[in-house]
Every structure is written in C-alpha cells, then in structure tokens.
C-alpha cells in the first residue's frame, strides 16, 4: 500500500502523558497535513508542514501541541500532558510538491483516547 | 469567512433509493469543492470533486455539480447499494491549501 500510513492506529494515554503521531507521506509527497476529528464533528485543520517547515501552524493550539516534519523520517505530531479533551481521530493527508490545490489523500486516522 | 454546511444525518434509505445529500457553502473567490467518504475505521477517500462554476464532478455513480448561483454542491446518486453505507463530508478549499469541512452526514442503506 503506497498511501499515505499512520500509526499508531489506536493509542491510549493517561492524562498528563505524551502522545506521539506519526505520519509517512505517499511516496513523492512533500507537503503534509494534520487535522483533528472530534466525535461526531467534521476534521478540523491543524497544521501544515513541507521537509523541515511548518507552513501554517493556525489551526493547532499553542500549548502542548507540536509537529515536525524532518529531512529524514516521518512526521510526528505530539501532544504531551494530554488532557480527557485531546481524546480524537488524528488523520494525516499528504500532497505532491508544486500545486497545492491538489487534492489531499488521507491516512487511516489514529485515534487517541485520553483515560 | 469560508464555511461548509451539510443536510444533517442519519440518512436511512433503502437498497436502490435514490440519494441526495445537500451541501452549500460560503467563500470568498473561486474555490474547489469535494466530496469525501469515510468508511467505518478508515480515513477519508477522495469522491469526487470541481474546480470551477458550473462543473460536474463524478465516481462511482456519484455526481456533484458546482452551482456559484446557489452556492450549493449537492451530492446525488441514482441507485444506492448496502456497501455505500459510510459518512460523507463536503469540503471546499478556498484557493490554498486549508480544507473547510462540513460536519459530516451519515448514510445507511438497508437491503
């Protein structure tokens, strides 16, 4: 499967823990997405980075949310001293380079829950 | 400022119905519509899409057409089967990057 793969798929954390997303991009991808699916709710931007930038972090709340997107490696979105309210599907979309109107593909989702 | 709203579900039809799940939005510009669909457990699947007024995007028996007058990108089909069971979103990227999604409408086909 040469789409767009995250994982964990399902991941569990205690409140005040670190949770950590990881996102591989289609191959020749290099513009990646985050968006946060509450319950119930249409996905919500978050951010969006290309090899080593964020691009547009407006959407992602200040505190205790980061992503990267390194030269080598997947990106990670990480949430540390997760809270009952970051429990949500995370999806991961990836575009190719050039024109960014292209449509996105999605990843599967991770879907965090927050005990 | 850019907004998506989709026709609330659940949507129950029967095996064969005909389908349509309404979507209207506000933009500033010219922007792309889409429609998504996400199956139990997955990710979003691109359905189809427009780029302009007036264009007719279609897949799977699905179509949309991109109607400026009515700001509206209506998505219908014909005969709907059992396997067509899932939640569809309507999106418009405003002429970036920023996928505006709308809340989603559920649809359940009944054999």
């Known amino acids: 499967n040469a789409g767009v793969m995250q994982n964990p798929r399902h991941l569990v954390r205690r409140r005040g823990q670190e949770a950590r997303l990881r996102c591989s991009p289609m191959?020749?991808?290099?513009?990646v997405y985050w968006y946060r699916q509450l319950p119930e709710e249409g996905l919500k931007f978050m951010v969006y980075?290309?090899?080593?930038?964020?691009?547009?972090e407006s959407g992602m709340p200040k505190e205790r949310f980061s992503a990267e997107f390194p030269k080598e490696g997947p990106s990670i979105l990480r949430i540390q001293q997760v809270v009952r309210g970051d429990s949500a599907a995370y999806f991961c979309a990836s575009s190719p380079p050039g024109d960014r109107s292209q449509p996105q593909h999605f990843g599967d989702g991770t879907r965090l829950s927050i005990l | 400022g850019n907004s998506v709203t989709q026709m609330e579900g659940p949507v129950t039809l029967s095996e064969e119905a005909f389908l349509t799940i309404n979507c209207t939005y506000t933009a500033t510009g010219y922007p792309s519509l889409f429609w998504y669909v996400q199956y139990p457990g997955e990710g979003l699947q691109l359905l189809l899409k427009?780029?302009?007024?007036?264009d007719k995007g279609s897949n799977k028996g699905f179509e949309a057409t991109y109607r400026k007058e009515t700001t509206s990108f209506h998505l219908e089909k014909g005969s709907v089967q059992v396997s067509d069971s899932a939640v569809y979103f309507c999106a418009l990227v405003p002429g970036t990057y920023k996928y505006i999604f709308g809340t989603g409408t559920r649809l359940k086909v009944l054999a």
């Open positions: 980075l290309q090899k080593e930038n964020i691009i547009d």
């Open positions: 427009a780029t302009k007024a007036d």
């Open positions: 191959k020749g991808h290099s513009h």
